[in-house]
T-cell receptor, first 113, second 120 residues
Framework: GENVEQHPSTLSVQEGDSAVIKCTYS??????FPWYKQELGKRPQLIID?????GEKKDQRIAVTLNKTAKHFSLHITETQPEDSAVYFC????????????FGSGTRLSIRP | GAVVSQHPSWVICKSGTSVKIECRSL??????MFWYRQFPKQSLMLMAT?????????EQGVEKDKFLINHASLTLSTLTVTSAHPEDSSFYIC????????????????FGPGTRLTVL
């Protein structure tokens, strides 16, 4: 079936430390993997994405890695800051009757001062 | 660019009434729009996918007669919750993908600000 699993559900890190969130997907045909940040009551915001022809992508303090063989991808946030506190969702595209994005269950990231 | 709006931002209605939510792409043509529902502290659950001019494709478990979706133009999709009940209270979010020179890819989804529905 179409499934994206995300771990951990909650994550608390000291300010300045790194945070890692991991996801797995079920369909080997998936080829687009976006990550979203959502603050309470607001829309999800795309923070980084990666395609299956790339193993890693970096944008300042945020990086994403993809292992197609294992159907696994991860978000890495370095030098965490208080404003990084939010819920993060991984997602993956699935192609059945139409192209669609399925979300993981979310990770609530808290940055301790 | 790639701005998606939703209206209303919140709505309170009585049980048994119908509510219409609009989703608009403001500066691009949305070839595909998606409707999600998000309950408190949960993930976004895809309800349906709609392409302009064709019938929506509903996800398993989503009642198409209860959640009516219309995508009549390349900039507007509507979701009507018919005979709403308290269990339909949720945060409804739309997203859109486009096919213009400003888009990195047709997979990239841009989200509306969401509509909070409360059914009394």
């Amino acid at each position: 079936g179409e499934n994206v699993e995300q771990h951990p559900s909650t994550l608390s890190v000291q300010e300045g430390d790194s945070a890692v969130i991991k996801c797995t997907y079920s369909d080997s045909a998936s080829n687009y993997f976006p990550w979203y940040k959502q603050e309470l009551g607001k829309r999800p915001q795309l923070i980084i994405d990666i395609r299956s022809n790339v193993g890693e992508k970096k944008d300042q303090r945020i990086a994403v890695t993809l292992n197609k063989t294992a159907k696994h991808f991860s978000l890495h946030i370095t030098e965490t800051q208080p404003e990084d506190s939010a819920v993060y969702f991984c997602a993956a595209t699935f192609y059945s009757s139409a192209s669609k994005i399925i979300f993981g269950s979310g990770t609530r990231l808290s940055i301790r001062p | 660019g790639a701005v998606v709006s939703q209206h209303p931002s919140w709505v309170i209605c009585k049980s048994g009434t119908s509510v219409k939510i609009e989703c608009r792409s403001l500066d691009f043509q949305a070839t595909t729009m998606f409707w999600y529902r998000q309950f408190p502290k949960q993930s976004l659950m895809l309800m349906a996918t709609s392409n302009e001019g064709s019938k929506a494709t509903y996800e398993q478990g989503v009642e198409k007669d209860k959640f009516l979706i219309n995508h009549a133009s390349l900039t507007l999709s509507t979701l009507t919750v018919t005979s709403a009940h308290p269990e339909d209270s949720s945060f409804y979010i739309c997203s859109a993908t486009g096919r213009t020179s400003g888009f990195a890819s047709t997979d990239t989804q841009y989200f509306g600000p969401g509509t909070r529905l409360t059914v009394l």
